[in-house]
């Protein structure tokens, strides 16, 4: 299952990023997959202050997102990295990384996020498909906007045929390990929010009592 953000970045974040992404180094992005001839992008040169400050405005989006919190449960938030698609650029059917290093310790992707920067209308193809079973599911996402989705499906990057396709991703490790068992978590969640106040208290009680006990059993120690 994949959630989408509709809102998660401010106006007043996505003009500074824009300006950010603008004035910031980008190098090759075959220098974190050498080996993969189908990945054509540029990412963000993190030893650069204006795409670290771009990282800190778009992890501090994903810290306040209520979505990001029911549906990725996150216990470590990897720096969300700028990426920069001309026309040819694409990325080949591929699953994220199991672990990734972050500050000299390894983090378990369990949720990857896409933040889209460019408005969708400004560059042609450049599709996030993500593949569920033998179906495709694609998405361009509202500037501003950001998906999450299991870090285990295979997904690509559709060839951009004209514009330049902006995003920035990020990779999440859950208290919950599994994607199944998060997407229990999270559908209980939303019954409670949305019913709670609907039922009688002895209901809502066991609700609270159902989700809240799943969550202790199947939470990574």
Known sequence: MFMIDDELLTSGELSRIRVLLGAGRFIDG???????????SHIADMSDPLMREASDIAAAAIQ???MARNYAMPTCVAYPSAVRYGPGGQYGAHTDAAFMNIAGRPMRSDVSCTIFISDPASYAGGELVTYLGSEAVSIKGAAGAAVFYPSTTLHQVNPVLSGERLVMLTFIQSLVADADRRDVLFWL???????????DWTSRVRLSYVRENLMRMWAAS
């Open 64 to 66: 306040r997102s209520l």
């Open 189 to 199: 969640e939303e019954v409670r929010a949305r019913e709670g106040l609907k039922m």
């Open 30 to 40: 075959r220098s974190t997959n050498p080996h993969n001839n189908t990945k054509v």
